[in-house]
C-alpha cells in the first residue's frame, strides 16, 4: 500500500478552470507526482477513489443538494483546501445573489426553470471548516503548488495580507489612476504578482478583499483622480458579491454601489 498522502479534486459550481490550472502546475512539476497519491481527479483520470487525506474542493455551494456532498468530503478528510475564487469566496457564482433567484433561473434555463433547484451561492467555509484556501480565478499554478508542499510538511499555508498595489508598485507599474481608469487594488488581496494591472487590465478583485479593507479612503482616492466611484464598486460584484454583503450585515459600512 502505498504511504504517499492522497487526495482528491472535487468539483461543485464552477467552470473547472482551476483544476485545469492544476493539470498545468503538474506538467510544470511533474515531481509533485512523485510525492502524492491522486484518487480522485476527473480532468485527468477516470478512477474515482473515495479514499483519501487531502481534498481540493473547486466551486462554490449554489443549491441546497450540494451541501451533503461537501460535508461528507469533511468526514473522510483531514485537511480540506478551497481551490480558486468559486471556492474561496463564491466568486463569480455570488453575482445572482442580489437578484430576484425566480428571474434568473427563468433568464437562464427558459420554460425549465423549475427544474434546477439553486440558492444564493456560498464559499465552501459558508457550509464546512475549510483548512486553506488558494486564491483567484484561476488559481496562480505556483501558489497551488505551494500549498502543497506546505500542507505535505505539516505547515499551514499563507496568505499575503497586504493589498494589491503593493505588488504593482514593486512591478514599478504606473498606476492606471494615472491613466484614468479605476482599479480595485487598494483593497484587494496581492499575490497574483499584480497580473492584469502588469498588462494594463484593472483589477476585478478574484483574490478577494484584504482584512479590513478601508472602502472609505478608497472612495476618496477615486475621488481625488477624478474616476467614478460607483464604477469602481460596481467591480466589485464581480468576485466579492459574497464578502460585501457579510460586511453589509455586519454594519461595516455599505460599498454597494448605486445601480
Ligand atoms: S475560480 Fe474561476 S477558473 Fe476557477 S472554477 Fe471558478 S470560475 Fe472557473
Ligand atoms: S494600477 Fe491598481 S494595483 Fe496598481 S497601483 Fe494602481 S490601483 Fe494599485
Ligand atoms: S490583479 Fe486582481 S483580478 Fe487580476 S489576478 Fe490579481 S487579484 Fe485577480
Not at 38 to 54: N, P, Q, T
Not at 130 to 149: L, Q
Request: proline share 7%; charged share 25%; with cysteine.
Amino acid at each position: 500500500m502505498s504511504a504517499k498522502p492522497k487526495i482528491a479534486f472535487y468539483e461543485f459550481t464552477s467552470c473547472e478552470g482551476c483544476q485545469l490550472t492544476v493539470v498545468d502546475s503538474l506538467q510544470l512539476y511533474p515531481e509533485l507526482l512523485e510525492a502524492v497519491d491522486i484518487v480522485r481527479f476527473r480532468e485527468a483520470m477516470s478512477e474515482m477513489g473515495d479514499d483519501y487525506a487531502i481534498a481540493f474542493i473547486e466551486g462554490s455551494c449554489s443549491r441546497p443538494s450540494d451541501e451533503a456532498p461537501i460535508k461528507a468530503i469533511r468526514e473522510k478528510a483531514a485537511l480540506v483546501v478551497a481551490l480558486g475564487a468559486c471556492a474561496h469566496l463564491g466568486g463569480i457564482n455570488t453575482i445572482r445573489n442580489r437578484h430576484d433567484l425566480g428571474e434568473v433561473r427563468r433568464f437562464v434555463y427558459g420554460d425549465k426553470a423549475e427544474w434546477y433547484d439553486t440558492y444564493p451561492a456560498r464559499p465552501i467555509s459558508a457550509v464546512i471548516k475549510v483548512d486553506a484556501a488558494i486564491p483567484g480565478c484561476p488559481i496562480d499554478r505556483h501558489e497551488f503548488v505551494r500549498t502543497v508542499k506546505r500542507l505535505l510538511q505539516g505547515r499551514a499555508p499563507e496568505l499575503p495580507d497586504h493589498p494589491l498595489c503593493v505588488e504593482c508598485k514593486l512591478k514599478e507599474n504606473v498606476c492606471l489612476y494615472l491613466r484614468g481608469t479605476t482599479c480595485l487594488g487598494p483593497i484587494v488581496r496581492a499575490g497574483c504578482d499584480a497580473i492584469c494591472p502588469t498588462y494594463g487590465d484593472s483589477c476585478e478583485g478574484c483574490r478577494g478583499l484584504v482584512p479590513n479593507p478601508n472602502i472609505e479612503h478608497l472612495k476618496e482616492v477615486l475621488t481625488e483622480h477624478g474616476l467614478s466611484v460607483d464604477q469602481t464598486l460596481a467591480k466589485m460584484t464581480q468576485f466579492l458579491t459574497y464578502q460585501v454583503m457579510e460586511m453589509e450585515a455586519a454594519g461595516h459600512g455599505d460599498p454597494q454601489p448605486a445601480h
